[in-house]
């Protein structure tokens, strides 16, 4: 549908007015037309920003620590090779990051790190998933409280396998280049 159809739409709710018996009726009209164009817009955006991430394969997620509700995109699932049914959680998701990452975001929202220098963190790391060893980046950004006190941190993935695994083995056959020029 569209606005520019002139189509209108609206709710319609009617409730009896009781009076011991149906005394008469009482009728809302409501013009909902934007909220659900508004919600066809939003739907739109959210396939695109979707395919968007599966494109670029980035998955991203969002942790609130003060409800300890953690979200995850659904391009994250499948960088890490995982399947929907498994709810997203904070020591699930910590414990598949690989010991550096772990300490290191762990340190973050415990407060004992500065990482956050420009207020954002980027770093690359590799994570054993069950689809094989992927190399990823990973871009953190923080969300503070009045009290400067970390609330909520979100974050994106990137798979880098495909680009790591060239630079190898560029690297591999520089190094074997070399070694030919000096025999």
């Known amino acids: 549908f569209s606005l520019s159809s002139g189509a209108r739409f609206?709710?319609?709710k009617c409730n009896p007015i009781l009076e011991g018996e149906v005394a008469g009726v009482s009728v809302f009209i409501r013009d909902i037309t934007q909220r659900l164009l508004n919600e066809k817009i939003l739907k739109e955006n959210q396939q695109l920003l979707e395919m968007a991430q599966n494109l670029a394969k980035i998955g991203s997620w969002h942790y609130n620590l003060e409800t300890e509700e953690i979200k995850w995109s659904d391009s994250f699932y499948?960088?890490?090779g995982l399947t929907k049914d498994i709810k997203p959680d904070y020591k699930y998701f910590l414990g598949h990051l690989g010991s550096e990452v772990e300490s290191l975001i762990r340190n973050i929202i415990l407060g004992k790190s500065d990482a956050f220098k420009n207020n954002a963190l980027n770093f690359q790391f590799y994570l054993p998933t069950s689809v094989g060893k992927k190399y990823l980046e990973c871009l953190l950004y923080p969300v503070y409280d009045e009290?400067?006190?970390?609330k909520e941190?979100?974050?994106?993935?990137?798979d880098i396998t495909t680009r790591k695994k060239a630079e190898i083995r560029l690297k591999d056959a520089l190094e074997k280049e070399i070694l030919?020029?000096?025999e």
Do not use: P, T
């Open 153 to 158: 941190l979100y974050g994106v993935f990137q």
């Open 180 to 182: 030919l020029n000096i």
């Open 78 to 80: 499948e960088i890490y």
């Open 147 to 150: 009290n400067r006190k970390l």
């Open 10 to 12: 609206y709710e319609i």
